[in-house]
């Protein structure tokens, strides 16, 4: 598996609120993918549903959906937070539909019970 950036070097990079990448990490994790490790590779957009009475609750709900997204990952699986309850996860390797599959289903059980 190709190694994504070392944390430090994408510092700038890094969503304060969910401590996810944020749009310009996923774009140098992307990059750096595509020349580590060419091949298929699963990209997952994930929408979340943010329901709350305030910034605050809406706020909880990314960090909480954040780390259910982040808990589901290998460990070098890029998650990033892209927009307001909008979280992309990629995991390259995939060449095989089965783990695809089920990494999907692993998502939609986890975030939506």
């Known amino acids: 598996m190709g190694q994504l950036p070392d944390p430090q070097d994408l510092l700038g990079s890094i969503d304060p609120e969910p401590g996810l990448l944020d749009r310009r990490g996923l774009e140098t994790a992307l990059v750096q993918l595509a020349s580590d490790q060419p091949g298929p590779t699963l990209v997952v957009d994930i929408g979340i549903t943010l329901i709350s009475t305030g910034t605050a609750n809406a706020r909880a709900n990314e960090r909480e959906g954040g780390a259910r997204l982040s808990a589901l990952c290998r ?29 999907v289903g692993r998502i939609r059980r986890a975030l939506y019970p």
């Open 75 to 103: 460990g070098d699986d890029p998650v990033a937070r892209t927009g307001p309850g909008v979280f992309v996860l990629v995991a390259p390797g995939m060449e095989d539909p089965a783990p695809a599959d089920a990494l």
